[in-house]
């Protein structure tokens, strides 16, 4: 590789990193300020970058964009899912309904895990679909965990749909009761017999990194189980955060920073 091969090669891994580490997309003044590199030679190469997939303008600032998902996304998928595996086992058992788990994509959120109690089987696990923001709990409570400015393209992608943003039971208010409770709960809405209830799980920064969602018929759902359900949601992902936490850092869970 040549040496002009090389440094094209770093200037783009510093905006993919920087981008990737950015709680918020930021502008080209930004990101050129970020990574040290003058805003010509920045936007030259978040160009191609952008042509080639791995980021998405939108309104003047930079995300992940189809191909960064697509291999990020695919190459921590399975160790999400074995990493949520056992806590997620213990969820369902507890609360005898199916649980999930989905992270954020640019075009909603994808289930990469499910496991189902015999009694649901009629209820599709869904593993794999992407689901619209607006009539699922988990990309509720994944949306509802964004900043302002990044939450917009999915509101845009709501709004789109035909689905009502404003009002008391638009998508506006979902989100606003969702930060208020820490729980999306949404009754009948892609299936007239199911309701969901889901938590975001978020990283130390306060960006969402996935989703445990409990379903089950709505009927299952009276004030009594809500709660019931909230209450081992809550402490699973608690247990999900810090295993993430742990695994992100290197660190074990038994790790307790002194030497024996």
């Known amino acids: ?23 918020t997309p930021m502008k080209l003044s930004e990101l050129a ?29 930079y995300l992940p964009g189809p191909a960064a998902l697509q291999v990020s996304h695919e190459a921590a998928a399975h160790s999400l899912a074995a990493l949520c595996d056992p806590t997620m086992r213990v969820l369902s058992e507890s609360t005898d309904m199916m649980v999930n788990l989905q992270v954020l994509e640019s075009g909603g959120t994808r289930i990469i895990a499910a496991l189902r109690p015999e009694r649901l ?15 699922f709990a988990g990309p509720l409570a994944l949306v509802a965990a964004l900043e302002d400015n990044t939450r917009a393209p999915y509101l845009a992608m709501v709004e789109k749909s035909g689905y009502p943003l404003e009002g008391p039971t638009g998508f506006l208010a979902d989100i606003a009761e969702t930060q208020k409770t820490g729980f999306a709960v949404v009754h009948k809405r892609s299936q007239d017999i199911i309701g969901s209830v889901s938590r975001a799980v978020s990283s130390r920064k306060g960006s969402p990194l996935c989703a445990l969602t409990v ?21 699973a992902t608690d247990e999900v955060q810090q295993l993430l936490t742990d695994h992100t850092s290197g660190k074990r869970p038994s790790d307790t920073g002194e030497e024996g």
């Open 1 to 23: 590789m040549t040496k002009g091969s090389a440094s094209a090669v770093d200037k783009a891994l510093d905006l993919l990193e920087a981008i990737a580490r950015s709680t």
């Open 33 to 61: 300020e970020e990574v040290g590199m003058l805003r010509p030679t920045a936007h030259r190469v978040l160009g191609e970058l952008a042509n080639r997939g791995w980021v998405f303008r939108y309104d003047g600032r």
């Open 121 to 135: 089987k009629m209820i599709t696990r869904m593993l794999g679909d992407l689901l619209p923001p607006h009539r």
């Open 215 to 235: 379903i089950g018929f709505d009927t299952d759902f009276d004030a009594k189980t809500t709660r019931m359900v909230e209450e081992h949601l809550l402490r």
